[in-house]
């Protein structure tokens, strides 16, 4: 199986600010990257697929690049509602895998 | 737009078969353009891919080699629905349980972009 392993697992940071959430995959995944915020008690939402395009509704302040094994979510002036869990997954091949999230908490 | 509700027990005793069902309003489960995956979230595993299944001129399954011998993901055409079966469950099948649609053609291929509301399974005599 494909190991996705993000990193920082959290951070604290304030309204405002610009955020990076780095994911890398352990093997090439070319561009088959996805990315999803979760909030307790909720589903994943798709944020960014296919590394870097924006899903219907999600707002320009999220970004992604990257490409191969080494992939990153940037959140541009943080609102408070990005206060949330993110998760990198790869759809390069099955079984889809996950990382092991990443906390985003206000300072 | 497409939403997904979940139905089943939250609770199952072990060695018994955990049963969900993920009913489909706004596409079709024979949708060639999309497969219908189960997914589970626990804090000891994280999210965990389970398997999916889909249709391309026949039907198709994928599992996660973890459950693969315990696991079927059943299509109803009539119903619009799929739905899980997880044979002998142990303790360390307790998670939240998900559906969700991932597109599996042209532009938003791998992305999965509607889920369940999720379902607590708790395995426990």
């Known amino acids: 199986d494909i190991q996705m392993t993000q990193s920082p697992s959290s951070l604290s940071a304030s309204v405002g600010d610009r955020v990076t959430i780095s994911c890398r995959a352990s093997?090439?995944?070319?561009?088959?990257l996805n990315w999803f915020q979760q909030k307790p008690g909720k589903a994943p939402n798709l944020l960014i697929y296919a590394t870097s395009s924006l899903q219907g509704g999600v707002p320009s302040r999220f970004s992604g690049s990257g490409s191969g094994t080494d992939f990153t979510l940037t959140l541009s002036n943080l609102q408070p509602e990005d206060f949330a869990t993110y998760y990198c997954q790869q759809c390069y091949t099955t079984p889809r895998t996950f990382g092991r999230g990443t906390k985003v908490e206000i300072k | 737009q497409v939403q997904l509700q979940q139905s089943g027990p939250g609770l199952v005793k072990p060695s018994q078969t955990l049963s969900l069902t993920c009913a489909i309003s706004?596409?079709?489960?024979?949708?060639?353009?999309?497969?219908w995956s189960w997914i589970r979230q626990s804090p000891s595993r994280g999210l965990e891919w389970l398997g999916r299944?889909?249709?391309?001129?026949?039907?198709?399954?994928d599992y996660a080699v973890s459950v693969k011998s315990r696991m079927t993901i059943n299509p109803d055409t009539s119903k619009r629905q799929f739905s899980l079966q997880l044979n002998s469950v142990t303790p360390e099948d307790t998670a939240v349980y998900y559906c969700?649609?991932?597109?599996?053609?042209?532009?938003?291929?791998?992305?999965?972009?509607?889920w369940g509301q999720g379902t607590l399974v708790t395995v426990s005599s």
């Open positions: 299944t889909y249709y391309r001129s026949k039907w198709y399954s």
């Open positions: 969700a649609r991932e597109g599996i053609r042209g532009y938003s291929y791998g992305a999965i972009d509607y």
């Open positions: 706004g596409d079709s489960v024979s949708n060639d353009s999309a497969a």
């Open positions: 093997q090439n995944i070319t561009r088959y």
